[in-house]
């Protein structure tokens, strides 16, 4: 599996935008359609290919202020949960993150995920919302 940035609008960018549909929007009764997604152009897109070429994961990052960044619509194969990859996506995000002088990473993490997100060094930060018609809590982790 290769991960790897990638720019907005782009061939593998569009396979990736369909991955987050089929794991994230789909089992929600949602999708893409009419949505505005330009503010995504100023996004950091990070995704992750197996050896046929297909897009396996992704995650998008939000620069925020501060030196802080935002972790969102991460998304996994369902054929490749909980076998590592999610762990190696978010590992290459922070690194990323890092190396662009960012010390914390936020999300809004779905409640379901929460012990993943904890197993990797994030902490909640007060109350559950909903977000997309499911309960979400923020998360943050300080990035050495």
């Known amino acids: 599996m290769e991960i790897k940035e990638v720019a907005y609008g782009s061939e593998i960018y569009e396979l990736a935008k369909g991955l987050r549909?089929?794991?994230?929007?789909?089992?929600?009764?949602?999708?893409f359609i009419g949505v505005?997604?330009?503010e995504e152009k100023r996004q950091i897109h990070i995704v992750a290919v197996d050896q046929g070429g297909a897009v396996v994961g992704t995650v998008l990052l939000i620069p925020l202020n501060e030196g802080r960044i935002k972790l969102r619509q991460m998304a996994i194969s369902?054929?490749?949960?909980?076998?590592?990859?999610?762990?190696?996506?978010?590992?290459?995000?922070e690194s990323i993150a890092k190396?662009?002088?960012?010390?914390?990473?936020?999300?809004?993490?779905?409640?379901?995920?929460?012990g993943f997100y904890e197993k990797l060094g994030y902490k909640a930060?007060?109350?559950?919302?909903?977000?997309?018609?499911?309960?979400?809590?923020?998360m943050t982790k300080a990035l050495q």
Request: without cysteine; proline residues 5%; charged residues 30%.
């Open 21 to 31: 549909e089929e794991v994230l929007r789909r089992p929600l009764g949602l999708d």
């Open 36 to 38: 505005d997604l330009s």
């Open 78 to 93: 369902p054929a490749l949960q909980g076998k590592g990859a999610g762990r190696k996506v978010i590992e290459f995000a």
């Open 99 to 114: 190396s662009r002088n960012f010390h914390t990473i936020e999300m809004h993490a779905r409640l379901y995920a929460r």
């Open 125 to 138: 930060e007060g109350d559950e919302f909903i977000e997309v018609t499911i309960p979400h809590v923020k």
